[in-house]
């Protein structure tokens, strides 16, 4: 009598080797991880080096989150009194609308000003089958002379292990064309530890470009990419960035993000960015296909 193994899913086998491939893991075998490099970049500490990132063939679909809302106003500043909440929802609405009209399909996890908890945000976000989540923010600091645009992905010191566990037990694995022959919770807390730690390295690129599209069409300080465990960015399943448009708390920050005009133009390199993104990410993706 044959002992029954685990058998992985043939469709899946390219993108768990691919997927293997950055973690520094063998299916076959245990192999240890070797240490990453930190890479430094003009916008800032980028996180680790990656061996190479696998991208969607196409930006079809963005949640768009404007964060805090309704009873939960954010930072206010203290120089005019805008209120983050404020500030936020109309860069996001302004965001979405530029992303509408380059065909992608929006999801926005709140369109007035309306209180939503970050679980919520987090649900709907996993519900959509988005490619992207965007939260947007504005920053605050006891130091008033700090000032500056940074974007935030999910940290390496955030335990892949213990959300990967969690998101077996309780999300389904919506993969085009996989079949599981065996479907136990260790196998798919692999696939999950995987998909996780690719979508760090899908958003580390598309901060990176939000970067270079602010420091192209705004004269802004770019304090750079960096790590962090958001709640926002830790549940969600695809790659996830949080974005701080500018410090209240700094009167001349605070005055400009009060100005339309300079939110208008916020929301259009972030929306050069995320296109930028997504054009690089086609070339990579054809030219993984020859």
């Known amino acids: 009598m044959q002992t029954k193994r685990n058998v992985l899913p043939v469709a899946l086998m ?19 991880t ?28 963005v949640v768009v989150d404007a964060g805090h809302g309704g009873k939960d106003p954010g930072a206010i500043g203290k120089t005019i009194g805008a209120r983050e909440k404020d500030i936020n929802l109309d860069i996001a609405r302004r965001l979405s609308k530029l992303l509408k009209d380059d065909g992608i399909e929006v ?16 649900d709907i976000a996993n519900a959509s089958g988005a490619d992207l989540f965007i939260s947007v923010h504005s920053n605050a600091n006891r130091a008033r002379s700090l000032n500056g645009f940074e974007v935030y992905y999910v940290s390496e010191k955030a335990n892949d292990a213990k959300r990967a566990l969690a998101a077996a037990r309780s999300r389904p694995l919506r993969l085009k064309d ?6 136990s919770l260790n196998l798919r807390a692999i696939v999950w530890d995987m998909i996780y730690t690719q979508n760090r390295g899908q958003a580390i690129e598309l901060s990176r470009a939000l970067c270079r599209a602010m420091a192209d069409n705004l004269e802004v300080k770019i304090l750079g990419v960096k790590g962090a465990r958001f709640q926002v960015l830790w549940g969600a399943n695809m790659p996830a960035v949080l974005i701080e448009t500018g410090f209240l708390s700094n009167s001349s920050e605070e005055r400009k993000l009060k100005n339309s ?11 050069e960015g995320v296109r930028k993104y997504s054009w690089e990410a086609q070339l990579i993706a054809e030219a993984g296909r020859r």
């Open 178 to 183: 996989a079949f599981f022959a065996d479907n």
């Open 107 to 122: 999801v926005m996890t709140r369109s007035s000003d309306r209180f939503v908890s970050l679980s919520r945000r987090v």
């Open 34 to 61: 070797p240490p990453r490099e930190q890479v430094p970049t003009p916008y800032g500490r980028a996180g680790p080096a990656q061996a190479k990132t696998f991208f969607p063939a196409k930006i079809k679909k």
């Open 261 to 271: 005009f300079y939110r208008q133009k916020i929301a259009e390199a972030i929306e």
């Open 14 to 32: 390219p993108v768990l080797a691919g997927l293997a491939f950055i973690l520094g893991l063998n299916f076959f075998g245990c192999a240890s």
